[in-house]
């Protein structure tokens, strides 16, 4: 099938497998579950994936893309310039007293913050998510101001001078957000920042088959009791663990993401520089097949790697594979799991193909998988194979 619009969604679907591990745990510390066609699974949630990948290091770390990183925090204003420039020598009331006036002027209050009353400290009322450039101005702003202050009243008073001299620069910061929030977006709530659309969309990942679960007894052993005394462990508990084959999925929307990174319309992405973008593709791929979250970290070792990865791009609406799974993969319909889950995913792609045409190019990348790959996705290394897939980005071609 011939595409005549250029490619402006990337897909990316991922199976990988996790052995007596306790991934995400909700507020109870058990694993968190979704009931999905009449069978629990346990799942990871998004929220959870994109916090690891956002903060992994290592060479496809997204700090690493050449992009200046966001500051998510109720406490950036506190941490980041009040305290570093009182650790400089500046007198801390004449800090806070500039500062009030820029984080008014910042973060416009609702009516239902008014009513509160004004905070003593400078925490916000949500997680709020600047660009780390932004905040470094903010703070230059903020101690040009103090260093030229007589006292508190005469550094707010320069303070409110100075946010009207500078309105346009503090309406460019409210805009400024930092790669990760370019990339997973940013929520307005009452604190009032420019809303940045997520380019990046992302499933919560579940089991392809039903829970797998056991509650595991544990015990301390007190090396210095030696029986004699007394008898039995320092300390006993119970926790949980689960296993199983996770399928993953995430959606790409590139002129989304140019546009955050470019500050272009998104209409106009591909008259933009694409390059960082195109890099922060790369990078956001690499990481989610092989970044595991790290839950129980040091008694589960929950380290594992995608062991099968189906990029796909194309123009039309994305969607998902995950109603491949819709009954759940039994033990009995093949020796291996994941051969299993791939057969489901085979019979599902060509169920869609059939009845909507084939919209998208695919490239497949695999551990040892026998059989042909799915339908249209040519078998590749995964380097070789997101290295096809974010190139084929805004071109056209034959899916």
Request: charged fraction near 25%.
């Amino acid at each position: 099938m011939q595409n005549t619009e250029p490619a402006r969604f990337l897909q990316m679907h991922w199976l990988t497998g996790y052995p007596a591990a306790l991934i995400n745990r909700d507020d109870a510390g058990y694993a968190k579950r979704i009931t999905f066609g009449g069978s629990v699974r346990t799942r990871i949630s998004s929220q959870c994936l994109k916090r690891h990948w956002r903060t992994a290091d290592g060479p496809w770390a997204l700090s690493r893309v050449g992009l200046d990183m966001a500051i998510r925090s109720r406490e950036t204003l506190e941490r980041c310039i009040v305290h570093p420039l009182v650790d400089e020598g500046l007198d801390e009331a004449l800090v806070r007293a500039a500062l009030k006036a820029f984080r008014d002027a910042i973060f416009q209050k609702s009516e239902k913050a008014r009513a509160k009353g004004e905070k003593e400290t400078f925490e916000t009322e949500q997680v709020t998510v600047l660009g780390k450039p932004e905040v470094d101005y903010l703070r230059s702003e903020v101690a040009e101001v103090v260093r030229a202050a007589a006292d508190e009243k005469d550094a707010a008073a320069r303070a409110a001078e100075r946010v009207k001299a500078i309105r346009a620069n503090i309406n460019a910061l409210r805009a400024g957000a930092g790669l990760d929030a370019a990339m997973f977006g940013r929520m307005v709530t009452s604190d009032v920042l420019a809303r940045k659309n997520a380019a990046v969309h992302v499933a919560h990942a579940f089991t392809v088959h039903a829970e797998e679960a056991e509650s595991d007894y544990f015990t301390a052993v007190d090396d210095l009791i030696t029986g004699v005394e007394e008898s039995g462990s320092g300390h006993l508990g119970q926790t949980e663990l689960t296993s199983g084959l996770y399928y993953g999925y995430l959606v790409v929307d590139m002129p989304t993401l140019v546009a955050n990174i470019e500050g272009c319309a998104p209409e106009n992405w591909l008259d933009a520089d694409q390059d960082a973008a195109r890099k922060a593709v790369t990078h956001l791929l690499h990481l989610a097949a092989t970044v595991s979250p790290g839950a129980k970290l040091g008694s589960t070792a929950p380290h594992a790697m995608a062991e099968f990865v189906l990029l796909e791009v194309g123009a039309r609406q994305p969607r998902t594979l995950a109603n491949a799974f819709r009954a759940a993969v039994r033990p009995e319909e093949a020796a291996d799991v994941r051969d299993a889950a791939i057969a489901r995913l085979r019979a599902h792609v060509e169920g869609i193909d059939a009845m909507y045409g084939r919209g998208e190019r695919r490239w497949q990348a695999d551990a040892g998988v026998v059989g042909e790959a799915l339908p249209g996705a040519r078998r590749l290394t995964f380097p070789e194979a997101v290295e096809a897939a974010v190139a084929a980005l805004g071109t056209v071609g034959e899916s």
